[in-house]
């Protein structure tokens, strides 16, 4: 796993821009290379603001929206176009507005469905495997770059400290009893996270300092999940200052645009 890199930005409209304005370079990057490139999404308050602002900018035309599988890092278990749920955020924000293929847009099916909270887990770890390649290693895609929020307790996607979610290897997992509403969830694992190429883990606010110290120490992820989000190649923590300002120097390489 790669060592996390920290860069700090004034605030956090400043931060979502410059993150918005990160994902077109590295998804061109990527499709220049390989004529097509993947990202995981999250929601949360800056998560949504960052694909807004992708929107907003011209230059997201520089992707090629129609080479680009989008997947999500966790869904809250609601129906489909449920105004809670992380994939309506991003309807709304961004994808409504580009041209996406549809049947590249990976989705966490909700009740709506069907399925069980665990039967949806299972449908989006088996479209994983399907997405795999040779070179992935395992049965979850090498992602290209994943997005994630966390919250003042350090959670990721919807693994919450101490809940039995970080203990599971297998690649996606239904939540139950999460710490905030709803309750019932579907989130990727630590493993199918440290699968990406590339993490970006993504906060504001002083509320996320202490979380942000602990995520970039030795702390164990069981109790400090955002301490295990680590991708294979890189690994970057993108902050506004109050969401760095308790970062010790010698924790990370700290970097201010």
Same mark, same amino acid.
């Given at each position: 796993m790669s060592v996390p890199s920290v860069v700090v930005h004034r605030d956090a409209d400043v931060l979502a821009n410059a993150v918005a304005a990160r994902i077109i370079t590295r998804l061109v990057d990527v499709q220049s290379a390989k004529g097509s490139a993947s990202i995981v999404l999250t929601g949360g308050t800056v998560g949504i603001? *960052?694909?807004?602002?992708i929107a907003? *900018?011209?230059?997201?035309?520089?992707?090629?929206?129609? =080479?680009?599988?989008?997947?999500? !890092?966790?869904?809250? @278990?609601?129906?489909?176009g449920d105004k809670e749920r992380n994939e309506t955020g991003a309807r709304e924000a961004l994808l409504d507005h580009v041209d996406v293929n549809p049947e590249r847009v990976h989705v966490m099916l909700g009740p709506d469905s069907g399925l069980t909270a665990e039967e949806s887990a299972e449908a989006y770890a088996a479209e994983l495997r399907g997405a795999a390649?040779?070179?992935d290693h395992g049965p979850v895609p090498g992602f290209d770059v994943m997005l994630l929020g966390?919250?003042?307790?350090?959670?990721?996607?919807?693994? @919450?400290?101490?809940?039995?979610? +970080?203990?599971? *290897? &297998?690649?996606?997992?239904?939540?139950? !009893? %999460?710490?905030?509403?709803?309750?019932? =969830?579907?989130? +990727?694992?630590?493993?199918?996270?440290?699968?990406?190429?590339?993490?970006?883990?993504? %906060?504001?606010?002083e509320e996320k300092s202490g979380a942000v110290r602990l995520a970039l120490s030795d702390s164990g992820h069981v109790q400090v999940p955002a301490s295990?989000?680590? !991708? =294979?190649? &890189? *690994?970057? @923590? +993108?902050?506004?200052?109050? %969401?760095?300002?308790?970062?010790?120097?010698?924790?990370? =390489?700290?970097?201010?645009?």
């Open positions: 603001a *960052t694909l807004a602002a907003a *900018t011209p230059a997201r035309d520089a992707v090629d929206w129609r =080479r680009l599988d989008i997947w999500w !890092g966790d869904e809250r @278990f609601l129906p489909s390649r040779p070179e966390m919250g003042p307790d350090s959670h990721v996607a919807s693994l @919450f400290p101490g809940m039995p979610a +970080l203990y599971d *290897t &297998r690649a996606v997992v239904a939540v139950h !009893g %999460a710490p905030k509403p709803p309750p019932t =969830r579907i989130s +990727l694992t630590l493993p199918a996270i440290q699968s990406s190429r590339e993490v970006w883990v993504v %906060a504001a606010g295990g989000a680590r !991708g =294979r190649a &890189r *690994t970057l @923590f +993108l902050l506004d200052r109050a %969401a760095a300002s308790k970062i010790p120097p010698e924790l990370g =390489r700290i970097s201010s645009p």
